[in-house]
């Protein structure tokens, strides 16, 4: 499966913006889907997984009850709402698609090339 992430840009703090991952190639809803991040000079985290139907989400606590994602498997798109945005959530944005309904990436197999989110304080 191909991922493609859109919708980063540059955003002030208390700000929002959504994110999506536009997949093709094999049948999207076969997959768990996650978002994960990269701030300059650190390692990739975990943000967010959705089960392959939807019904199950988990989030880093880092950013519960400010960021969504969600899935809509009949665009093949899954997305990450990111409501009251701080500076620290400044990285690159990562979707990826696996099998396993985790927060660890070694799970995911399939990665999206990244769209960058710059919050300004």
């Known amino acids: 499966v191909q991922l493609q992430a859109s919708g980063g840009g540059p955003v002030q703090a208390g700000g929002s913006l959504r994110l999506s991952c536009a997949a093709s190639?094999?049948?999207?809803?076969?997959?768990?889907m996650g978002w994960f991040r990269q701030a300059s000079g650190k390692e990739r985290e975990f943000v967010a997984v959705?089960?392959?139907?939807?019904?199950?989400?988990d989030s880093a606590e880092s950013v519960k009850g400010r960021f969504t994602i969600s899935r809509d498997n009949a665009k093949n798109t899954v997305y990450l709402q990111m409501n009251s945005l701080k500076a620290e959530d400044t990285a690159v944005y990562y979707c990826?698609?696996?099998?396993?309904?985790?927060?660890?990436?070694?799970?995911?197999?399939?990665w999206g090339q990244g769209t960058l989110v710059t919050v300004s304080s």
């Open positions: 990826a698609a696996g099998l396993e309904y985790a927060r660890s990436e070694v799970y995911y197999a399939y």
């Open positions: 190639g094999r049948t999207f809803s076969a997959y768990v």
């Open positions: 959705i089960s392959r139907r939807g019904f199950s989400t």
